[in-house]
């Protein structure tokens, strides 16, 4: 009887250990990064939209290094998004209260990313934006051109023009062989 329950569970646990592996090859990350500019004397309290420009998002650059195709993905979303201050050097974002961040592509519809509405003062030069959870991007990072907007609403009076630098890190899962 042991014998026989060993015979039943261990290619259980044969396929369980191997479709983990099989995932670590078929499911990574890549970064898109967009430096935007806030400029100077944006009111306070009030919601400021930051001029952007469209982003390549060199996707199949990409996944041509991982050795996959466009038409093998399966499923894309964002787990990370993270501004950082290139300039001034002395400048933290301690004058940011909210942030709204926006995608679109080519006959997509804009839809909301990431947003955090209570940004602490921490004197910190890099924060991490909530992204929305379970928000399937994997249509918009499939273009080979996105637009990120970004809103932001300051609790301060900003004197001179902050670079900020959005990277976006994209969780990607992608089908191997017909799989």
Not at 45 to 48: C, E, I, K, Q, S
């Given at each position: 009887?042991?014998?026989?329950?060993?015979?039943?569970?261990f290619?259980?646990?044969?396929?369980?250990?191997?479709?983990?592996?099989?995932?670590?090859?078929?499911?990574?990350e890549?970064t898109?990064?967009?430096?935007?500019?806030?400029?100077?004397?944006?009111?306070v309290?009030?919601?400021?939209n930051?001029?952007?420009?469209s982003?390549?998002t060199?996707v199949n650059q990409?996944?041509?290094?991982k050795?996959?195709?466009?038409?093998?993905?399966?499923?894309?979303?964002?787990?990370?998004?993270?501004?950082?201050?290139?300039s001034?050097?002395?400048?933290?974002?301690?004058f940011?209260?909210?942030v709204?961040?926006?995608?679109?592509?080519?006959?997509l519809?804009e839809?909301?990313?990431a947003?955090?509405?209570d940004?602490?003062?921490?004197?910190?030069?890099?924060?991490?934006?909530?992204?929305?959870e379970?928000?399937d991007?994997?249509?918009?990072i499939?273009?080979?051109?996105?637009d990120l907007?970004v809103?932001?609403?300051?609790?301060?009076t900003i004197l001179q023009?902050?670079?900020?630098?959005v990277a976006n890190?994209f969780?990607?899962?992608?089908?191997?062989?017909?799989?």
């Open positions: 009887m042991k014998n026989y329950i060993l015979i039943l569970v290619p259980f646990l044969i396929h369980l250990t191997s479709c983990k592996k099989f995932d670590k090859k078929t499911q990574f890549i898109i990064d967009k430096e935007v500019e806030i400029p100077s004397l944006v009111g309290n009030l919601p400021f930051i001029p952007t420009t982003i390549n060199e990409q996944l041509e290094i050795d996959k195709k466009k038409k093998k993905i399966e499923y894309i979303e964002l787990r990370e998004l993270q501004l950082s201050i290139l001034p050097s002395n400048k933290n974002f301690n940011l209260k909210g709204d961040i926006y995608i679109s592509a080519e006959n519809p839809i909301l990313i947003k955090d509405h940004i602490k003062n921490s004197n910190a030069k890099i924060i991490n934006i909530p992204p929305v379970n928000l991007l994997t249509e918009y499939k273009k080979d051109v996105i907007r809103t932001v609403t300051t609790d301060e023009k902050v670079k900020i630098n890190t969780w990607i899962d992608a089908k191997i062989l017909g799989i």
